[in-house]
């Protein structure tokens, strides 16, 4: 009987061919759709709102879908898109009765309250100052939505190190249209806040933070991050140059060479950052380099008063000193704790005030007088600057444009001090006729306010990142606008300031992380899929195979790895050709798919798709093999992690030779909970538990899911093929 059974046994080429089975026979152009939908990760099946447009319904979908894989996510569209209806469309599809909390900037509160009511969400609002002083949502609280979530980008904040530890086991959504600013890592510390840092490890990103650290964006990045292009129906954008006078390089002004006589510190770092906000307040406006240096003046005397009483620098005047310059003042403090008052040199305060006394507010000044021109055809328009100073500047040289005011503190029109919201209101859908057409602002009004009167916004000064120009701008170009066009003007520094400043490159520069993110442009190593799927959206997709006619043979697959019919990660797209090799290109795939359109369809003999069945098995064992090699791969771990390990290995073989299950089995559970990637405040949580000794230890809570590598056996399967063939 087994010599029967062994002359009855059949050689086969490759084993896996016997694994892989083609789905049933359908229609070419279905295929092809289903093959198109298949690319980006998976929406929920909830998402939908009544207060939803059409394109933000399926973008609620998505983000959903992200949110119950990964526990947390991004929203990136667009500055004035309507993310807040989106975030809001998603904590209602998630809630299930549990509260919901917002986080925004203090400026919106007031805007999240009432559209929240509008849909009947109820939500718990806070600002972002309230957590930094660690006031946190009620423990309840199951949802969090991050408003302007680029203000926690980094991670020494206190605002970051109160939040963090708080979001461990809740679902988050960060919400900003500028995640970059000044690094691709400011996009982990925010998906950090929800999701794991091995939340990609399935397709071979072990760490988002080292990835995005050196500067590489994984292509998976999508499953992440949501991020449309802007609708149609967004306001066009039309942007032009001015510089002051016109003219390149007019002459430098009298007072320079004093400034550039300033010693400013003992320390090259410390003097490279005052001497930034000084010339940033010269390029905003006399007043304001005026205003700057009396601040400078006052830090000179503490650090005199300080020296005296053997005393460090207050930072509270640091803070001052640099109110006008957020991102100069986050370098301050950055810097090491033991500043001296010997830093601060006190031989400058004769120089400053000299200099001080120098600056004429009456004098001409060319720039404001660029800017007069600019407004004097009375077009609605915003004005931003850096410095508060420019602000009632402005206000005194544009007497005839009678313009509003607001700063981070007073609002008015002309010097009649008037409400905040009033301010606003003028400038929002709707406003009367008569209303002020001129709003002079400082950056406390280029965050998430609804401007959309304005049909010009001018940068009278440029700030350091791209992130507040797109944020400037989108308070006039948003979705459902009244205006088809926005006109924006960049009033560029002259070429003495811009040669110490280098704002124009720093921006050029910043600009560019936006498209290395795949958050922008036509390359994005991850937004293909998600434009791929849009693009045939409206047609009924399936899975199946089937054939169109071609003289050039190829094979377009679409295989997914799956453990115990779970999917892991998503579809890979490839074009097979007839010897077997393949291509992943995101430009053939679509290239391809698109032709399916137009070709004719045939009918492929059951030996050709064995053939080609074959040809596949080199593609469908290296996606194998990429999915169980990241599976088990070994992640970076922090030195805490490293030290908790030990540990925990250290009690788990006592428990073995006490032969106490229980106690094995929690240590197993910490093993797997400590070894995996991690969210920011899980990162938080196990310095906390290195504190405690072993045996409350091996009782702490924590959360069990996701732990370890994923178990069971993996398998390919095949969603969908298009065969290209002569006929």
């Known amino acids: 009987m087994p010599r029967i059974v062994a002359e009855a046994l059949v050689a086969v080429p490759d084993p896996l061919t016997t694994t892989l089975t083609w789905p049933v026979g359908s229609e070419a152009l ?22 939803l447009r059409v394109e933000q319904r399926a973008t609620a979908r998505r983000v959903v879908g992200v949110i119950q894989r990964h526990g947390g996510a991004l929203l990136a569209d667009p500055v004035g898109s309507g993310k807040t209806f989106v975030a809001l469309a998603v904590a209602a599809a998630l809630r299930e009765e549990a509260p919901v909390a917002v986080i925004a900037p203090a400026p919106l509160l007031s805007q999240w309250d009432r559209r929240a009511e ?43 190190e109160h939040l963090a530890p708080f979001l461990v086991g809740r679902r988050v959504l960060c919400i900003t249209a500028t995640p970059v600013v000044n690094r691709l890592e400011d996009l982990a510390h925010q998906l950090l806040l929800g999701v794991r840092d091995d939340a990609l490890r399935s397709a071979g990103t072990l760490s988002l933070r080292l990835s995005l650290r050196a500067g590489q964006a994984p292509p998976a990045l999508g499953e992440l991050v949501v991020a449309s292009p802007p609708a149609d129906a967004m306001p066009q954008r039309r942007e032009r140059t001015t510089r002051w006078e016109g003219t390149v390089d007019p002459e430098a002004p009298a007072w320079l ?61 640091i803070r001052r000193f640099t109110a006008e310059a957020p991102e100069q003042l986050l370098l301050w403090e950055l810097m090491p704790t033991d500043v ?19 600056i004429d507010l009456s004098a001409p000044d ?56 009033q301010v606003l209101d003028w400038f929002r859908p709707g406003a009367p006729e008569v209303s002020p057409r001129v709003l002079l ?40 606008g009244t205006h088809t066009e926005i006109e924006v003007i960049r009033m560029d520094p002259p070429g003495w300031l811009e040669r110490r400043l280098r704002i124009g490159v720093t921006l050029q520069r910043k600009s560019l992380l936006g498209r290395r993110a795949g958050l922008e442009g036509d390359e994005s190593p991850w937004r293909w899929r998600h434009d791929l799927g849009a693009a045939w959206g409206s047609l009924p997709g399936c899975e199946g195979i089937a054939a169109v006619e071609d003289d050039r043979p190829a094979l377009l697959i679409g295989v997914r790895v799956e453990t115990d019919g779970t999917p892991v ?49 080199p593609f469908v064992r290296t996606v194998l093999r990429r999915a169980t090699e990241s599976a088990w791969a070994s992640g970076p771990q922090a030195p805490a992690v490293r030290v908790m390990v030990g540990r925990i290995q250290a009690l788990a073989r006592c428990a073995a030779r006490e032969r106490d ?52 056996i993996r398998t390919v399967r095949i969603v969908g093929a298009v065969a290209f063939s002569p006929r």
């Open 257 to 317: 060479p004093e400034l550039d006589a300033l010693a400013l510190s003992t320390r090259g770092p410390i003097a490279a950052l005052v001497r930034c906000v000084l010339l940033g307040a010269a390029a905003s406006s006399p007043a304001a380099l005026r205003a700057a240096l009396g601040r400078y003046a006052m830090l000179l005397r503490h650090g005199e008063d300080a020296r005296r009483a053997g005393r460090p620098v207050d930072r509270a005047l």
């Open 366 to 421: 060319a720039k404001a007088l660029t800017l007069a021109g600019l407004i004097a055809d009375g077009t609605p328009t915003l004005v931003f600057a850096n410095a508060v100073a420019t602000i009632p500047y402005l206000r005194d040289r544009l007497v005839d444009a009678t313009p509003a005011w607001i700063t981070g503190t007073r609002a008015g029109w002309r010097h009649v001090p008037v409400p905040r919201e």
């Open 118 to 160: 509008s849909c009947a969400i109820p939500v718990e609002i806070l600002s972002h100052v309230s957590v930094s002083r660690g006031r946190l949502p009620d423990p309840a609280t199951r949802i969090v939505l991050i408003d302007e979530s680029h203000h926690f980008r980094h991670p020494e904040t206190r605002r970051y």
């Open 661 to 712: 299950a229980t106690a094995l089995g929690r240590a197993e559970s910490l093993l797997a909970f400590a070894t995996r990637g991690h969210t920011a405040g899980e990162s938080h949580l196990i310095t906390e538990m290195l504190a405690l000794d072993d045996a409350a230890l091996l009782r702490t809570e924590h959360d069990p899911q996701g732990t370890g590598a994923v178990a069971g």
């Open 441 to 480: 602002a400082s950056d406390v009004a280029a965050e998430g306010l609804d401007l959309q009167r304005a049909a010009r916004v001018v940068h009278y000064d440029l700030p350091w990142t791209a992130m507040r120009l797109a944020q400037r701008e989108g308070r006039s170009r948003r979705l459902g």
């Open 340 to 358: 001296g008052p010997a830093s601060l040199p006190l031989e400058d305060l004769a120089r400053v005030e000299r200099l001080r006394a120098a």
């Open 30 to 51: 279905s295929v092809a759709a289903g093959l198109a939908q298949a690319a980006p990760p998976a929406p929920s099946i909830a998402g939908d709102a009544a207060w």
């Open 569 to 617: 990660g998503v579809t890979t797209l490839a074009l097979i050709d007839a010897q077997g090799g393949w291509a992943e290109t995101p430009e053939r795939i679509c290239e391809r798919l698109e032709q399916v359109r137009s070709s004719p369809p045939i009918s492929l003999p059951a030996r050709e798709w064995d053939r080609w069945r074959e040809q596949i098995v």
